[in-house]
């Protein structure tokens, strides 16, 4: 995701054909993080709205001493884990509505492969509370650095560090324990 520094600014200055194209280019991975954090799609579609609307106030303010995407993932990060905390309810996505509707034929091996990944990843994301999801989504799914997700939370790059860590170990105790069941 890289927005032209012109094109924010025209957004921030009110030009709402510029924010259009601000969210266009961005409410995908925008969307996509809130979903890891809040693991439901409803609540992911609201967190974006919000995370959206607070873009679009505080984009003023904005003072491109970090890129844009970064400034988008520390808000949504933090509006995710903050919504994932007031409502810690454990909510699934059901296989319609994360894959869709009428697959080809030929695809329904490799849909189901993927579902199966999907609802791995998707349990074992449920177990760790939204301040180590968040890190292990902006690690390992979205690909950022440690310096990345420090800057992204506005934490501390150890406390991204004991966060994975903690993670790794509990997916870990979680996999042993899967195993121990078969």
Known sequence: MDIDKDLLIRASQ???QAFEEVYKASSSFVYNVALR???NREDALEVAQEVFMIIHDKLKGFRFESSFKTWAYRITANYAINYAKKNSRAKTVPFEESFGEGAVFNEVQTQMD???KAQLVEKLLSELNPDQRACVVLRDIQG???EEIA???NININTVRTRLKRAREKLLSLKRVDYEKV
Do not use: F, R, T
Request: charged letters at 20%; aromatic letters at 6%.
């Open 14 to 16: 009110g030009d709402m």
């Open 37 to 39: 954090v809040v693991n």
């Open 114 to 116: 993927q579902e199966d």
């Open 144 to 146: 950022l650095s440690y």
């Open 151 to 153: 800057q992204a939370l």
